[in-house]
């Protein structure tokens, strides 16, 4: 108990959770057309999940629980912009539906793999590490347009959407293919794990499965 009580308290976890509890009040003001508040918000966001990496490192502080929790801010608040700036109108629908059906397709597929000990140690590819970055990127110029909308600006929100849109399916299909290529390998089966050892494994690898 104490020592789960230690990992709340490690300040890159700390920062983790404060992406969590900024999300709400995010939502909100993109939902009153406060833009320039949602825009302050989203920044420090972003600069807390740079700094959450920073601090675990430089104070040795990573903990099972930072090993779940940021991965888990990270998509939530992404995803939520995805659905929140759809449902105002600056997104087109047909994007937001494209990266949540690759994402939990991914999600899906993962979990499998894991559950059955098909296959660990996973890692993303670069085409899905591009495929986030250029989503960050996306939503990060949604957000400026309406806030000082400059037309190269508006040019460019609109070429990253797209790529957006394609760089999903694409990713996702390249997801499927190094899965299938991977399962077919062959490999020693791996041994049944027992539900006290599960836990450690997760930690272990979940981070890695993407």
Known sequence: MLRALNQFRAAPNLLT??????????????????WRVAFALVWIAGVSDGLDGLLARMLQQRTTLGLYLDPIA????????????????????FVTVL?????????LIATLLFVTNTLRDFR???????????????????????????????????????????LAPVSAAEYAWIVVRRVNEPHDPLPALKPAATAQVAARDGAQVH
Request: charged share 15%; glycine share 6%.
């Open 99 to 107: 990266v949540f059906s690759r994402d939990l397709g991914i999600l």
């Open 17 to 34: 959770m404060l992406r969590l509890f900024i999300l709400p009040f995010l939502v909100n003001a993109i939902l009153d057309g406060d």
């Open 124 to 166: 993303p590819s670069l085409l899905g590490k591009a495929n986030t970055l250029v989503q960050i990127l996306g939503v990060l110029t949604v957000m400026t347009c309406q806030v000082a909308p400059r037309a190269r600006l508006e040019e460019l929100r609109t070429l990253l959407l797209w790529t957006i849109a394609v």
């Open 74 to 93: 990270d998509k939530l608040l992404l995803s939520t912009l995805f659905l929140v700036l759809m449902h105002v109108g600056v997104i087109p629908r």
